[in-house]
């Protein structure tokens, strides 16, 4: 039986080459899950640094015919994971096998798949199989990543380095320094996974030899991960929370994700005027919205665990709710205990990749998925090449402070089976009168995907900015603590320039009584599609963050 064929659609994410690889299964009769898929498993073959099959994160999915869902494969921690263990000084939370929450990404997407996908789940794995056989050309990011880890940081030193006394990192070296950009890597461990997965689905992974060496070496190098941690893990539908934006309706995940937190500096802000793209008064706004609204993110954590988070997070986005929070933005900026609960830390979660694909049958998906920032834990499983996250860094620590004296959040401790809180928050926008998509998109960078999800929706949805011009534009992050906002310098990336807030700008917050910190760039990693009219010629326009050396979008369109 022919599969019919999709007429068009868009994919974009952090490398260029793995959207293509989106938007050949769309050419192929592939739907936008399919094509989110076979880009997922894409990216993490070739950013392992960022995403890889060791990892897990959200999806946020339009149906066809307009139904909303969102899907949870957060990674879990083990079931013997407890407060008492990571309160050991020399447990570590960040590197080595304590560090390693069970992965969730594999089962997610086949769940996905097996809900919404059309072609064979085998045939989406096969374009990623034959760049891990072949190899694949090291690009600017890549070989950024590497280097970053070299001795020191920033050169091409193998020697000194953490990746020095693990061979399966050997192959990122040559002759003792990182390969050079335009070098092929190859990852035959790899492929030979994603074979396996591709031939015999997630219980390949949860379970027989992938799962064997997964937690061997997790416990190898002092992890609590086991077998039945492995097999037991599950994924769980839920339902997106929502809040109207103007004209629009704005979707986005539950806890323990962040759309509460990202809906609810969207709500406070559609309760103002716009005073001009750039204005202070503007910036004022949109940096008293991201305190108020990270402030409310020390109440979320996994609603398993959390009774009341439910509703608690529905209470937020009320309009009453919203209207009156947005009444605390005043002339000027306060103290952080007027934001949020006294002595509570804002957790420093890790980075991601985002995803967005759109078909022309009105699917549309958006997925933020990790292993943590800059190669998770730093192990790679002996034989089988893949990188495992470094999760359970995301939780609280009972009885932990950080190292400002802040106290850890109680709804984010680490109980066994639980899943962390993260800031990933992937959107999708509808113009509220049809109920077609507008925007759909997410972000990488930790705790500034939230901050850079708002400010680039803003600017489509307040400007009417393209997607490249949203992207493109200046973006700040402010999440109470530490008590700054943070500005970038002007740059160029890609051959675009990023144009950097203005000393004017600077000094207008300054008098409002912000204090500023100067970054060579933001962090942040977002991707957006913005949705033309069916009729219109160029009805899809996707881009990725030009901060980025390799990201960008790809789109599908067959004659009409």
């Given amino acids: 039986m022919s599969i019919p064929p999709i007429l068009s659609g868009a994919v974009t994410c952090e490398d260029t080459r793995a959207s293509e690889i989106g938007t050949s299964v769309l050419s192929k009769g592939g739907n936008a899950v399919d094509a989110i898929i076979a880009t997922i498993i894409a990216v993490n073959t070739l950013c392992p640094y960022h995403s890889d099959i060791g990892g897990g994160g959200f999806a946020i999915l339009r149906t066809k015919e307009g139904a909303y869902e969102s899907l949870n494969f957060r990674h879990t921690a083990p079931a013997a994971a407890s407060s008492a263990f990571y309160k050991d000084p020399t447990v570590s939370t960040s590197i080595g096998g304590a560090a390693v929450a ?120 002092g992890g609590l991960m086991t077998l039945q941690d492995l097999k037991d893990y599950k994924v769980e539908w839920n339902q997106p929370l929502s809040i109207p934006y103007k004209d629009h309706t704005i979707y986005a995940p539950p806890a323990p994700a962040s759309g509460a937190i990202f809906l609810s500096a969207m709500g406070m802000l559609s309760h103002f005027e716009s005073k001009g793209e750039g204005s202070v008064d503007d910036l004022h706004v949109l940096t008293e919205s991201l305190r108020l609204a990270y402030g409310q993110r020390t109440a979320l954590g996994d609603p398993n665990y959390v009774p009341g988070l439910v509703d608690k997070q529905l209470s937020w986005l009320t ?15 306060h103290e952080p205990d007027y934001y949020k609960t006294p002595k509570v830390e804002i957790v420093n979660d890790h980075g991601t990749s985002n995803i967005t694909v759109a078909d022309s049958d009105g699917l549309v998906v958006s997925i933020t998925t990790t292993v ?92 009417d900015l393209s997607a490249k011009e949203a992207l493109r534009a200046n973006r700040l992050h402010n999440q109470i603590l530490p008590n700054v906002s943070q500005v970038e310098r002007s740059s160029t990336h890609q051959g ?56 960008g979008g790809s789109v599908f369109e067959t004659q009409r």
């Fill in 102 to 221: 069970v992965p969730g990404e594999i089962r997610g997407l086949e769940e996905l798949h097996r809900k919404h996908g059309r072609l064979p789940w085998g045939r989406l794995f096969e374009p990623s199989i034959k760049l891990a056989e072949d190899g694949f050309e090291v690009k600017q990011d890549l070989h950024d990543f590497i280097t970053a880890a070299c001795n020191p940081p920033g050169s091409s030193n193998l020697s000194g380095s953490w990746m020095e006394s693990d061979p399966c990192y050997s192959s990122l070296f040559v002759d003792g320094k990182a390969i050079p950009v335009g070098s092929t890597w190859k990852r035959p461990d790899y492929a030979r996974t994603l074979r396996k997965i591709a031939k015999e689905g997630s219980k390949a992974f949860y379970e027989g030899e992938v799962a064997e060496a997964l937690a061997k070496v997790v416990r190898e190098r």
């Fill in 319 to 333: 309009p009453e709710a919203i209207h009156t929070r947005s009444k605390l933005i005043t002339e000027k900026t």
């Fill in 372 to 463: 943590g920032l800059s190669w998770g834990s730093h192990i790679i499983v002996p034989g089988y090449g893949f990188v495992l996250n470094d999760s359970m860094d995301d939780f609280s620590v009972e009885g932990r402070p950080n190292g400002t004296g802040y106290e850890p959040q109680v709804a984010n401790y680490v109980y066994g089976g639980k899943r962390p809180l993260s800031s990933s928050c992937p959107y999708i926008i509808t113009h509220t009168s049809t109920g077609q998509p507008y925007v759909a998109g997410g972000a990488a960078g930790g705790s500034t995907i939230i901050s850079a999800n708002v400010q680039v929706a803003r600017n489509i949805l307040n400007y």
């Fill in 496 to 551: 675009i320039t990023i144009d950097g807030f203005s000393e004017e700008q600077v000094k207008g917050l300054e008098e409002r009584g912000h204090q500023i910190e100067w970054v060579e760039k933001n962090r942040s990693v977002p991707v957006v599609i913005k949705f033309g009219d069916e009729k219109q010629k160029d009805r899809w326009d996707p881009a990725a963050d030009p901060r980025r050396n390799d990201s």
